[in-house]
């Protein structure tokens, strides 16, 4: 039976279609709220939205760690090339961190700061032009501290005043919650990875996703879904990936143990317990996908999983204004989500050629620049 890394083949997979999926999938969830439809289909508190993100997680986590582990053995090699014995499998390699989180900041973070301009400069003063009854221009010093309170991905401002008085949610962009949770997770596993010599890092890494998981079903009967709640939740779905990455040369990959793994997934949903406890088992599921299912063509070349995740929300809210005076009886929830994910895809394709895929220019570069000379020959 193949295993897990003989299946998934790196630069010929699914992945990236199923992110533009789950992408899709936190949209069409959101349609019901930005509608007025009333709560998005849920299980046991789960929403369709929510499973999307954890989904998100468990992908990136075992993509993360694959980027970290060989950005640390190439600097390991680097630093040992031409010495007289074999280089160390050692992870402390302090400018491979250093790599690897600028790489990081590059990829998330300027399509971060591009959408929340565009929200406070283009699509704040849009949506006073579309409401249907007369509204006040924006508060500008409003919309300024919109950018600059959000700046450290941690949002704390989530309206802009004079805008959005007729919405149902006056909040401009709640997909972006999830950011800093990811960026938490990116650094605890660089980290991890800079203190921890190799080969203890998979006991250590086990180590900390069965810490994680414990503590959120521990705090589980007390949470209320605050920032500590919520890093518990995502980063056990995070570091069941990176457990995954970890075993991929033991872990089969079979449709029996997908199947089993849905299940899984399905009885915990069921049973209220998805959080964090389906973490590894939809984690296996969305890989196994991904190395079996045809689809690597999408998104191989134009990755805008992210920019659909991070402009669906405002295009929703100026859809929901745009469409509100053209007819008295609310449009039904499905043309609704369907329109509102057609009418993001420009919007995430402008973010990939404008924004995301130049950064993948500077992550070359700002990853040349950090990397360790090679060490002398020694003669």
């Not at 003063?125 to 700046?151: C, G, K």
Request: glycine share 6%; aromatic share 12%.
């Amino acid at each position: 039976m193949a295993t897990l890394d003989e299946a998934f083949n790196p630069r010929r997979n699914s992945l990236n279609a199923l992110r533009l999926v789950l992408a899709a999938l936190v949209i069409v969830s959101h349609a019901w709220i930005i509608g007025g439809y009333g709560y998005p289909p849920a299980l046991m508190g789960v929403d369709i939205g929510m499973f999307a993100v954890c989904g998100f997680f468990a992908i990136s986590g075992y993509l993360i760690a694959a980027s970290r582990l060989s950005a640390s053995r190439l600097s390991s090699l680097s630093r040992h090339a031409g010495g007289s014995r074999p280089p160390r499998a050692d992870l402390q390699t302090e400018p491979g961190l250093l790599a690897f989180l600028l790489r990081r900041f590059l990829r998330i973070y300027p399509a971060f700061l591009t959408v929340l301009l565009v929200t406070a400069v283009i699509f704040a003063p849009l949506s006073t032009l579309l409401a249907s009854t007369d509204t006040p221009a924006p508060s500008y010093p409003s919309a300024a501290s919109y950018v600059v309170a959000n700046l450290s991905l941690h949002i704390t401002q989530w309206g802009i005043d004079g805008t959005l008085l007729t919405a149902r949610i006056p909040t401009w962009n709640i997909p972006l919650w999830s950011l800093v949770f990811e960026a938490l997770c990116y650094l605890a596993l660089g980290l991890l990875a800079s203190v921890v010599p190799r080969r203890f890092f998979t006991p250590a890494a086990v180590t900390l996703f069965a810490g994680i998981t414990l503590a959120a079903v521990l705090t589980r009967p007390f949470g209320s879904a605050g920032f500590t709640d919520n890093l518990l939740a995502l980063g056990s779905f995070f570091f069941a990936g990176v457990v995954l990455y970890l075993f991929r040369q033991r872990m089969p990959s079979s449709a029996p143990l997908a199947l089993i793994a849905a299940g899984m997934v399905l009885l915990l949903l069921a049973l209220g317990f998805f959080k964090p406890l389906a973490a590894f088992p939809l984690a296996y599921l969305l890989l196994y996908l991904g190395a079996v299912l045809p689809l690597h063509r999408i998104g191989a070349r134009n990755d805008i999983s992210y920019g659909l995740y991070v402009y669906g929300f405002p295009v929703q809210q100026l859809l929901l204004l745009a469409t509100q005076s053209l007819t008295e009886n609310p449009m039904p929830v499905a043309v609704f989500a369907t329109l509102s994910v057609v009418a993001t895809i420009p919007f995430a394709l402008a973010s990939w050629f404008l924004v995301e895929r130049p950064a993948l220019t500077l992550k070359r570069f700002a990853a040349s620049r950090v990397a360790p000379a090679p060490a002398p020959a020694r003669t």
